[in-house]
């Protein structure tokens, strides 16, 4: 790439001069960095005591350790009438609440123009540098830095998007590089000259490869090297930070540091957001955060985490993580969980990980602006940018934001109720420094599962499983309430919610009545798992076959064939070890050809002896005939095997058939 810019043009001879220095083994290159490195300092150590909660104290803690916060939503909110109230029930400033429970850091993302032409506000809190500005002076106010993260879009960039901004669309990237670096540079200043303790700057938002609409890499890198210089002649203690998402995905972290190292960028920390739903374990997070540390010696943090303190939604908009979501679940969604959750992660990098320098929690106060409906919410949302998109975000996003503009997604995972009453696990932010002895007791009850039969007997469990405050699991008496068990019999196959109680708090069993199959395998589909086939003259092919054509479920069936110098004696069969005593039926299913004398039956054995057939044929291809048994006893003790059995003489070239589905149900009285 041909680079005219004087400033790029210096880059790429000192990229020239790095390389001739790597081959000839003369030593690293140190022109470029700065004479100091900034470093952390100390921050605030606030902290509030609970008498609740119960935080494990998280080692070797230092007081330069980063409990940050993204709250860039809450000037939208507050314009639309959020107020937040603090441990004592008062209105108070949220940064007040927050500095106070011991939060000594807070995130603003910063978008380039989140305005259309008329000067509608695209939403998401609607971030340009002069909202930053708002937030950083109030943080500063309450003592704490501020971490200022530019996406360097005009609205949301992630994995998914990262969209040039609208004053530098078709910008070649020599302009579009030295346009970031002006523009990096007078936000920056905006925030010199209102007095605000930056003590960061992240040079774009989750960039998994790509930035401002920029997708290779040495485009990516003269982006961030521009927003590197701008903030370093600016703010030069301030710490510059990289971004990433998908901690999880095998290698891509270690792709990403050794392409930033490759083009020599300039930075101090390489960050990561840690959605424990979707990000892999934590173990996993502080080995591949650990492994960028120590090739490159870099500062490590978590960038974003949350966790649910509920599955319930307050505003309307569906949130990213309900009670239903089929998503990774380490922690029930209370409180309590929330507070541990958010340990957990600041022990992975305080205390597990290499050069970890903190956690920012993301968005703790994005609650609901309170109304009764998605309408009325979208009002607000609409006027104020307080929902996580307006529908004036359409003609910059037209695929994400211009068709699911709405609320707030994350009301659930904020630390204040639907009211704006701060939530006790926000302490945590505090407690972790000298931990919590908080008495240990139930925080949530697991729910529990059970698959009956039919015509089963209904026996509900007596313990469930209790997560404690301390995380461990203890078993607790439970008493099921309003269990209609003579409806549960006579109804069939449906599926029941019974709601119990276990140690004071709501318990539940989800409960499936369903016509039970007592084979395993029933079907074929775990090939000869459980059947076993017994021939009394040669046979040429006796096995499972794996042909959907042929099967009368799935894709697999027993098949059989003989040639036509043969005839087919066989029987194929699965015991059943410890049937419950009662009543049953069994029915099995075959189809075949080519075969003349045909002597074909289902039967039951008790106890080795046949004590039932019924009986079925073989005619032509696809004619499935079922042999049943409609009902026989089982007492206790009894060895029951059913099966097939099938023997024919040869026609044509020879005798074949298929045998599928096979049923052992019970029936009732
Ligand atoms: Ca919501």
Redesign the pocket.
């Known amino acids: 790439m041909l680079v005219k810019s004087t400033k790029n043009y210096k880059k790429i001879m000192l990229l020239a001069l790095v390389t001739v220095l790597a081959v000839t083994g003369c030593g690293k290159n140190t022109g470029s960095e700065p004479a100091a490195k900034p470093e952390p300092v100390a921050l605030q150590t606030n902290s509030l005591p609970s008498e609740t909660l119960h935080v494990e104290k998280v080692e070797n803690m230092k007081d330069e350790f980063i409990l940050g916060m993204d709250v860039s939503s809450v000037l939208s909110l507050e314009k639309s009438g959020v107020k937040y109230y603090d441990f004592d029930n008062k209105e108070e400033d949220l940064f007040k609440i927050l500095s106070d429970a011991g939060v000594n850091y807070i995130r603003v993302r910063v978008w380039n123009d989140p305005f259309d032409a008329s000067g509608n506000g695209y939403g998401g809190g609607n971030n340009d540098i002069d909202a930053a500005v708002e937030i950083g002076k109030r943080a500063t106010k309450y003592g704490m830095k501020l971490l200022v993260d530019f996406h360097y879009s005009d609205f949301w960039a992630d994995p998914g998007k990262q969209m040039v901004p609208k004053a530098w669309k078709g910008m070649n990237i020599e302009t579009k590089t030295e346009a970031l670096y002006e523009y990096t540079k007078d936000c920056l200043k905006k925030l010199k000259d209102a007095k605000v303790d930056v003590g960061m700057v992240q040079l774009g938002n989750e960039t998994n490869g790509a930035m401002c609409g920029e997708k290779i890499w040495m485009n990516i890198y003269y982006l961030m090297d521009a927003g590197s210089r701008a903030t370093r002649e600016i703010f030069p203690k301030a710490m510059i930070a990289v971004h990433f998402a998908n901690p999880e995905k095998a290698g891509s972290y270690a792709d990403y540091a050794k392409k930033l190292n490759y083009y020599n960028l300039d930075y101090d920390v390489f960050a990561s957001s840690y959605y424990p739903y979707w990000h892999g374990t934590l173990d996993n997070l502080s080995n591949v955060l650990s492994n960028i540390a120590e090739t490159y010696g870099k500062m490590v943090m978590v960038a974003e985490t949350s966790y649910a303190f509920t599955g319930e ?3 309307f ?3 990213t993580i309900s009670g239903g979501s089929s998503v990774t679940k380490n922690y029930p969604y209370t409180v309590h969980g929330q507070a541990t959750a958010f340990r957990d992660v600041v022990d992975t990098i305080a205390n597990k990980t290499k050069n970890g320098i903190g956690v920012f929690y993301w968005e703790g106060a994005w609650i609901t602006v309170g109304g009764n409906s998605w309408d009325e919410n979208s009002v607000k949302w609409e006027k104020y940018g307080s929902g996580w998109a307006s529908s004036y975000a359409k003609e910059y996003d037209p695929n994400d934001a211009g068709k699911y503009y709405g ?3 994350v ?1 659930n995972q904020a630390f204040f109720d639907a009211k704006g009453h701060v939530l006790e696990s926000l302490k945590v932010f505090g407690l972790v420094r000298n931990g919590s002895t908080g008495e240990v007791k139930a925080d949530a009850i697991e729910d529990t599962t059970l698959v009956i039969d039919i015509n089963g007997e209904i026996e509900l469990p007596k313990k469930v499983n209790a997560v404690m405050t301390d995380g461990s699991k203890k078993e607790l008496d439970v008493e099921w309430l309003n269990v209609d068990y003579d409806k549960m019999k006579k109804n069939g196959a449906a599926r029941y919610e019974i709601k119990g109680l276990a140690g004071g708090m709501e318990a539940k069993c989800y409960v499936s009545m369903i016509e039970f199959n007592f084979l395993e395998n029933y079907s074929f589909e775990e090939g000869e798992k459980g059947w076993k086939a017994t021939s009394k003259r040669a046979i040429d092919e006796l096995y499972v076959e794996d042909k959907s054509t042929d099967s009368l479920t799935g894709t697999k069936h027993y098949h059989f064939w003989a040639d036509k110098t043969k005839s087919v004696d066989f029987d194929l069969e699965q015991e059943v070890k410890d049937l419950p005593a009662g009543n049953y039926k069994f029915a099995i299913s075959v189809m075949g050809g080519d075969a003349d004398n045909v002597n074909a039956y289902a039967y039951v054995k008790k106890n080795g002896e046949v004590i039932a057939t019924g009986a079925t044929t073989i005619t032509s291809y696809n004619e499935w005939h079922e042999g049943r048994i409609p009902k026989f006893e089982v007492k206790d003790g009894d060895v029951i095997a059913v099966g097939i059995h099938v023997s024919c003489d040869p026609k044509g070239n020879g005798a074949w058939g298929k045998i599928d589905d096979a049923l052992l149900n019970s029936v009732a009285e």
């Open positions: 939604d307050t505003d908009q569906a949130n609320g707030s997604a009301d």
